[in-house]
């Protein structure tokens, strides 16, 4: 997965203390089945077991 942040979005991770988690949810419905999207949550989640850590350095 590649993820790009623009500046804005850097600021606003920062002012929430500089963690970020991404998540996926999927999407069952009938008008729109298998869809899978993203979700991001400020913070570090609760149970880590299930995700990874990645550090974002700027370019």
Request: glycine fraction near 6%.
């Amino acid at each position: 997965m590649k993820v790009k942040l623009d500046d804005a979005s850097r600021l606003w991770i920062a002012g929430k203390g500089n963690e970020l988690t991404v998540k996926t949810v999927d999407v069952n419905v009938c008008c729109a089945p298998n869809v899978h999207d993203l979700v991001a949550v400020p913070g570090k989640p609760k149970n880590t077991d299930f995700f990874h850590k990645i550090s974002v350095k700027k370019h």
